[in-house]
């Protein structure tokens, strides 16, 4: 089949929903030749911050010479987001071969009676195969949903990460932080060391038992003054502000102190994702003897990029993308908006899908709004009119405008040039805006950082075949 075709059949599995266990998708990958047992690992869970940490850890080891597979959930864009080789996103025709390589083995086990395989297992066997046929040195895998029972978790990770624990996906996770903790802790393996950046007490001493438990040493990420030396397995940062559009950022491991790092990724939340990076870094050099230079480190996080991230698109007015869907992203964007730019009113639209609850995300942003597009995406869209209602604050002025790229035009038209656009709530609907329409010249392309390997290179990175 074509890539439209491979697109149209991985989509049509998402009525079978999402089934958490791994049953199923061993038994999948096992007649596939087990692709994930040839790949060296870091393995990336959390409520916030997984696709950010995932791509700075991906960016500094590829700046350190090294071949790295980088596997992002969602995705903003393009659907080969998900897939990366060296930031490349894996070729149309490659995707297109390795989806109807698998497609006969997903009809034989829907017979059986492990069931159907999901969306998000396809997805996740083809990242797995394409790494494996390219042989990468590491493979940099984020996790779904929770991390026990997610399709990632049947990975041998070099290093697990649990980068931080909020209110999220209560219905499958639980309803307390330390429930959701210990489906995340579920990523932990007896022989992989752990790095997080969760800082609350409950979630935390969850972390601790799971780490305690398997034997394995954990590596505890804090926002703190660096005054003195860190405890052994203790990493402290510290933010220096925004200069220039950049994030400043300085973090101190128990080996080395890395002064002034610099940022694209906007948020004082960034400087936390950062730092949890570069002790997963460090990590790895510990336990298995990665070269990683400090210039490696400096590069990597300076080059780091993401779409739907605090994302940029134009100036004059300033149109900012960013995919918050919970309450704690939408507090952090709430301050890095403050922090990061100078603007004489914020048009805010905002959109959200059903599973996340509105009323934080609402009052959260809300309050910084001059006016309001309540907008929703075509998939998954919680209705734009439930929205106000769910606010606990006084909402500024706002409209219903159900149609994203529509709410977008309305904001934009009403801009002025010292005005702030920023569309929020869900990645669905960043992935609806028509950047293309928006985009200033001197502005990159949403996917900066995350090139086609159909262009210019595609022969140097695409996907040997599957045999």
Known sequence: M?????????????????????????????????????????????????????????????????????????????????????????????????????????????????????????????????????????????????????????????????????????????????????????????????VTGVTDPEPLEVIREHAQRAGVPLTEVKPERMVIPPPVRTVHWQDEGVYRLRQRVSVRTTDNVYRHLSLRLLGKHQCANAAVAIAALEALQHAHRVEIPEGAIRIGLEHATLPGRMQVVRRAPTLLLDGAHNVDAAQCLAHAITDSFRYRRLILVLGMTRGHEPQGVVDALAPLASHIFFTQPQERARPAAELPAAATVSLPPYEIVPSVPEAVERAMSMAHADDLVCVTGSFYVVGEVPVERWQNRQYVSPEEGMKDATSGESAEHGVSRAT
């Open 2 to 194: 074509d890539y439209t075709r491979a697109v149209s059949y991985m989509q049509s599995l998402k009525r079978f929903g999402i089934k958490l266990g791994n049953e199923r998708f061993e038994a999948l990958l096992e007649r596939l030749g087990n692709p994930h047992h040839r790949l060296r690992v870091i393995h990336v869970a959390g409520t916030n911050g997984k696709g950010s940490t995932c791509t700075f850890i991906a960016t500094v080891l590829q700046a350190a010479g090294y071949k790295v597979g980088l596997y992002l959930s969602p995705y903003v864009f393009n659907l080969r987001e998900r897939i990366q080789v060296n930031g490349y996103m894996i070729p149309e025709a490659d995707f297109a071969r390795l989806v109807t390589w698998i497609k006969p083995h997903i009809e034989e086990l829907a017979q059986t009676p492990l069931g159907q395989v999901t969306e998000f297992e396809l997805k996740t066997a083809v990242g797995f195969a394409c790494f494996a046929e390219q042989r990468v040195d590491f493979a940099v895998v984020e996790v779904g949903l929770g991390g026990r029972l997610d399709a990632t978790n049947v990975v041998r990770p070099l290093v697990s990460v649990i980068t931080s624990i909020g209110w999220d996906h209560m219905d499958r996770l639980g309803d307390t932080l330390g429930k959701i903790a210990a489906e995340k802790a579920g990523i932990i393996k007896p022989y992989a060391p752990v």
